[in-house]
């Protein structure tokens, strides 16, 4: 197994996680790149699916009351 294609476990705080999601969802807004299906747009999609649904399945209380902070209105 490669570094690549290795499943890494990290350990983030729910503000770093509504970062990163914010950050990708900001970038991916008009890339042309993304919107070809690609490895590029399927690991984002895979970031995407796999830090929402930590912030899902949190069973304390979001400080703002939004389940999804860092979704861009």
Known sequence: MTFETS???VRLTG???STIL???EGYIQGNEEYDKV???SLDVDNI???LEEVADNYQGEFKTGDTMPWRIA
């Open 48 to 50: 995407f699916s796999a």
């Open 15 to 17: 503000n770093e996680i």
């Open 38 to 40: 690609s490895d590029f």
């Open 22 to 24: 914010y950050c990708l």
């Open 7 to 9: 499943v890494h476990n």
